[in-house]
Protein backbone atom coordinates (compact mmCIF):
# COMPACT_ATOMS: atom_id res chain seq x y z
CA UNK A 1 0.00 0.00 0.00
CA UNK A 2 1.66 3.29 -0.85
CA UNK A 3 2.15 5.08 2.02
CA UNK A 4 0.74 8.94 2.73
CA UNK A 5 2.46 11.51 4.23
CA UNK A 6 -0.11 14.82 5.67
CA UNK A 7 0.78 17.77 7.83
CA UNK A 8 -0.46 17.31 11.06
CA UNK A 9 -2.41 20.48 11.68
CA UNK A 10 -3.34 23.43 10.28
CA UNK A 11 -5.28 26.40 11.09
CA UNK A 12 -7.22 29.14 9.18
CA UNK A 13 -10.17 31.32 9.45
CA UNK A 14 -13.71 31.35 8.56
CA UNK A 15 -14.15 32.44 4.46
CA UNK A 16 -10.25 31.12 3.89
CA UNK A 17 -9.76 28.75 1.23
CA UNK A 18 -7.68 25.84 2.80
CA UNK A 19 -5.52 23.41 0.89
CA UNK A 20 -4.44 20.81 2.48
CA UNK A 21 -1.39 18.71 0.10
CA UNK A 22 -0.74 14.99 0.62
CA UNK A 23 2.34 12.93 -0.51
CA UNK A 24 2.10 9.52 -2.23
CA UNK A 25 5.38 9.27 -3.89
CA UNK A 26 4.51 5.46 -4.32
CA UNK A 27 1.57 5.45 -5.65
CA UNK A 28 0.67 2.85 -7.81
CA UNK A 29 -0.76 2.78 -11.41
CA UNK A 30 -4.08 2.02 -10.44
CA UNK A 31 -4.51 3.58 -7.38
CA UNK A 32 -6.96 6.46 -6.87
CA UNK A 33 -6.69 9.35 -4.24
CA UNK A 34 -9.88 8.97 -2.20
CA UNK A 35 -9.95 11.98 1.04
CA UNK A 36 -12.52 11.22 4.49
CA UNK A 37 -13.57 13.88 6.12
CA UNK A 38 -13.91 13.02 10.17
CA UNK A 39 -15.68 14.89 12.73
CA UNK A 40 -14.87 14.55 16.25
CA UNK A 41 -17.08 11.35 17.95
CA UNK A 42 -18.32 10.41 14.38
CA UNK A 43 -17.21 8.06 11.68
CA UNK A 44 -15.06 9.24 8.84
CA UNK A 45 -17.23 10.46 5.55
CA UNK A 46 -16.22 10.41 2.10
CA UNK A 47 -15.32 13.55 0.37
CA UNK A 48 -13.62 13.13 -2.85
CA UNK A 49 -11.55 10.89 -5.19
CA UNK A 50 -9.85 11.17 -7.96
CA UNK A 51 -7.28 9.45 -10.75
CA UNK A 52 -5.49 12.84 -12.07
CA UNK A 53 -6.03 16.41 -12.80
CA UNK A 54 -8.70 17.62 -11.42
CA UNK A 55 -12.18 16.72 -9.46
CA UNK A 56 -14.38 18.88 -8.41
CA UNK A 57 -17.73 18.42 -6.51
CA UNK A 58 -20.34 20.28 -4.43
CA UNK A 59 -17.72 20.03 -1.09
CA UNK A 60 -14.34 20.12 -2.50
CA UNK A 61 -12.05 20.17 -5.29
CA UNK A 62 -8.69 17.94 -5.83
CA UNK A 63 -6.00 18.53 -7.81
CA UNK A 64 -3.67 16.08 -8.89
CA UNK A 65 -0.51 16.77 -10.41
CA UNK A 66 0.12 14.85 -13.90
CA UNK A 67 3.20 12.78 -11.38
CA UNK A 68 0.26 11.47 -9.20
CA UNK A 69 3.05 11.84 -6.20
CA UNK A 70 0.95 14.33 -4.44
CA UNK A 71 -2.43 15.48 -4.36
CA UNK A 72 -4.00 18.59 -2.73
CA UNK A 73 -7.59 18.74 -1.31
CA UNK A 74 -8.93 22.59 -1.33
CA UNK A 75 -12.14 23.36 0.65
CA UNK A 76 -13.28 27.11 -0.75
CA UNK A 77 -14.50 29.61 2.15
CA UNK A 78 -14.23 27.02 5.10
CA UNK A 79 -16.96 27.26 7.76
CA UNK A 80 -16.61 26.63 11.28
CA UNK A 81 -17.66 23.17 11.04
CA UNK A 82 -15.28 22.10 8.81
CA UNK A 83 -13.12 21.53 11.48
CA UNK A 84 -11.89 17.69 11.56
CA UNK A 85 -9.60 15.55 10.74
CA UNK A 86 -8.76 14.67 7.42
CA UNK A 87 -7.49 11.83 5.88
CA UNK A 88 -5.54 11.03 2.41
CA UNK A 89 -6.01 7.80 1.40
CA UNK A 90 -4.37 5.94 -1.82
CA UNK A 91 -5.43 2.46 -2.76
CA UNK A 92 -9.01 0.92 -5.09
CA UNK A 93 -11.61 2.96 -6.67
CA UNK A 94 -13.64 0.65 -4.88
CA UNK A 95 -12.48 1.69 -1.14
CA UNK A 96 -15.34 -0.93 0.33
CA UNK A 97 -12.87 -3.48 -1.67
CA UNK A 98 -10.59 -4.07 1.75
CA UNK A 99 -10.39 -2.71 4.78
CA UNK A 100 -8.75 1.10 4.62
CA UNK A 101 -5.37 1.91 6.15
CA UNK A 102 -6.18 5.40 7.37
CA UNK A 103 -2.61 7.56 8.53
CA UNK A 104 -2.05 10.43 10.74
CA UNK A 105 -4.37 12.75 9.18
CA UNK A 106 -4.16 16.56 9.11
CA UNK A 107 -6.07 18.42 12.08
CA UNK A 108 -7.50 21.48 10.22
CA UNK A 109 -8.98 23.98 12.87
CA UNK A 110 -11.32 26.58 11.61
CA UNK A 111 -10.99 29.88 13.77
CA UNK A 112 -14.12 32.98 13.54
CA UNK B 1 -26.18 8.04 0.10
CA UNK B 2 -26.04 4.53 2.03
CA UNK B 3 -26.22 4.72 5.62
CA UNK B 4 -24.54 2.57 8.59
CA UNK B 5 -25.78 2.30 11.89
CA UNK B 6 -24.38 1.49 15.31
CA UNK B 7 -25.67 1.07 18.25
CA UNK B 8 -25.34 2.00 21.28
CA UNK B 9 -24.24 5.43 20.52
CA UNK B 10 -21.83 5.20 24.13
CA UNK B 11 -21.57 2.83 27.05
CA UNK B 12 -19.48 3.08 30.22
CA UNK B 13 -19.67 -0.53 31.77
CA UNK B 14 -18.02 -2.13 34.89
CA UNK B 15 -14.60 -3.41 34.49
CA UNK B 16 -14.92 -7.18 33.78
CA UNK B 17 -18.47 -7.03 32.11
CA UNK B 18 -19.07 -7.92 28.33
CA UNK B 19 -20.29 -5.13 25.81
CA UNK B 20 -21.84 -5.74 22.40
CA UNK B 21 -21.62 -3.24 19.96
CA UNK B 22 -24.50 -3.59 17.03
CA UNK B 23 -23.31 -2.36 13.21
CA UNK B 24 -26.21 -1.97 11.11
CA UNK B 25 -26.66 -1.53 7.28
CA UNK B 26 -29.98 0.34 7.19
CA UNK B 27 -30.63 0.06 3.60
CA UNK B 28 -28.11 -2.11 2.08
CA UNK B 29 -26.95 -5.19 2.43
CA UNK B 30 -22.74 -5.78 3.32
CA UNK B 31 -21.65 -8.69 2.85
CA UNK B 32 -18.32 -7.88 4.42
CA UNK B 33 -18.01 -5.43 7.46
CA UNK B 34 -14.70 -3.73 9.00
CA UNK B 35 -14.45 -3.14 12.49
CA UNK B 36 -11.62 -0.21 13.62
CA UNK B 37 -10.73 1.14 17.15
CA UNK B 38 -9.53 4.85 17.75
CA UNK B 39 -7.75 6.62 20.59
CA UNK B 40 -8.22 9.61 21.47
CA UNK B 41 -6.22 12.05 18.68
CA UNK B 42 -5.23 8.78 17.15
CA UNK B 43 -6.31 7.31 13.80
CA UNK B 44 -8.26 4.56 12.99
CA UNK B 45 -6.44 1.35 13.52
CA UNK B 46 -8.30 -1.75 11.50
CA UNK B 47 -8.98 -4.36 14.47
CA UNK B 48 -10.91 -6.94 11.94
CA UNK B 49 -12.67 -7.57 8.86
CA UNK B 50 -16.36 -9.30 9.32
CA UNK B 51 -17.29 -11.58 6.46
CA UNK B 52 -21.87 -12.92 6.77
CA UNK B 53 -21.62 -16.35 7.40
CA UNK B 54 -17.94 -17.42 8.44
CA UNK B 55 -15.30 -16.33 10.93
CA UNK B 56 -13.80 -13.09 11.31
CA UNK B 57 -10.20 -12.23 10.40
CA UNK B 58 -8.44 -10.47 12.92
CA UNK B 59 -5.44 -8.28 12.47
CA UNK B 60 -2.23 -9.17 14.28
CA UNK B 61 -2.25 -7.99 17.48
CA UNK B 62 -6.12 -8.30 18.58
CA UNK B 63 -7.27 -11.07 20.98
CA UNK B 64 -10.14 -12.66 18.83
CA UNK B 65 -10.85 -14.32 22.04
CA UNK B 66 -11.35 -10.78 23.83
CA UNK B 67 -12.97 -9.53 20.81
CA UNK B 68 -15.89 -11.55 19.98
CA UNK B 69 -17.13 -10.92 16.28
CA UNK B 70 -20.94 -12.14 14.51
CA UNK B 71 -21.75 -11.60 11.15
CA UNK B 72 -24.77 -13.28 10.98
CA UNK B 73 -26.75 -11.47 8.42
CA UNK B 74 -26.17 -9.53 5.55
CA UNK B 75 -26.95 -6.41 7.75
CA UNK B 76 -25.69 -6.92 10.77
CA UNK B 77 -22.29 -7.52 12.55
CA UNK B 78 -21.81 -7.66 16.23
CA UNK B 79 -18.59 -6.89 17.90
CA UNK B 80 -18.58 -7.85 21.83
CA UNK B 81 -15.89 -7.09 24.31
CA UNK B 82 -15.67 -9.44 26.64
CA UNK B 83 -14.48 -8.81 30.22
CA UNK B 84 -13.47 -5.49 29.57
CA UNK B 85 -10.72 -3.44 31.18
CA UNK B 86 -9.89 0.39 31.16
CA UNK B 87 -7.41 -0.37 28.39
CA UNK B 88 -10.47 -1.15 26.39
CA UNK B 89 -11.74 2.08 26.70
CA UNK B 90 -12.00 3.68 23.20
CA UNK B 91 -14.17 4.53 20.11
CA UNK B 92 -15.38 1.88 18.19
CA UNK B 93 -16.56 1.99 14.58
CA UNK B 94 -17.88 -0.11 11.85
CA UNK B 95 -18.01 0.26 7.84
CA UNK B 96 -19.43 -1.70 5.77
CA UNK B 97 -18.92 -2.40 2.00
CA UNK B 98 -22.07 -1.87 0.10
CA UNK B 99 -22.75 -4.90 -2.57
CA UNK B 100 -25.30 -4.15 -4.96
CA UNK B 101 -26.11 -0.49 -4.28
CA UNK B 102 -26.19 2.47 -6.80
CA UNK B 103 -23.14 4.31 -4.63
CA UNK B 104 -20.96 6.42 -6.07
CA UNK B 105 -17.16 5.20 -6.59
CA UNK B 106 -16.78 5.46 -2.44
CA UNK B 107 -18.09 2.14 -1.58
CA UNK B 108 -17.35 1.73 2.20
CA UNK B 109 -19.63 3.72 4.52
CA UNK B 110 -18.88 4.62 7.96
CA UNK B 111 -21.21 4.18 11.19
CA UNK B 112 -21.15 6.79 13.59
CA UNK B 113 -18.72 4.99 16.17
CA UNK B 114 -19.41 3.70 19.07
CA UNK B 115 -17.55 5.31 22.45
CA UNK B 116 -16.79 2.96 25.26
CA UNK B 117 -15.52 3.34 28.75
CA UNK B 118 -14.60 0.87 31.07
CA UNK B 119 -14.45 1.85 34.76
Known amino acids: LAKTTQPISMDSYEGQEVNITCSHN???????ITWYQQFPSQGPRFIIQ???TKVTNEVASLFIPADRKSSTLSLPRVSLSDTAVYYC?????????????FGSGTRLQVQP | GAVVSQHPSRVICKSGTSVKIECRSL??????MFWYRQFPKKSLMLMAT?????????EQGVEKDKFLINHASLTLSTLTVTSAHPEDSSFYIC???????????????FGPGTRLLVL
Open chain 1, 26 to 32: NIATNDY
Open chain 2, 50 to 58: SNEGSKATY
Open chain 2, 95 to 109: SARAMGHKAPKETQY
Open chain 2, 27 to 32: DFQATT
Open chain 1, 89 to 101: LVGDRDTGRRALT
Open chain 1, 50 to 52: GYK
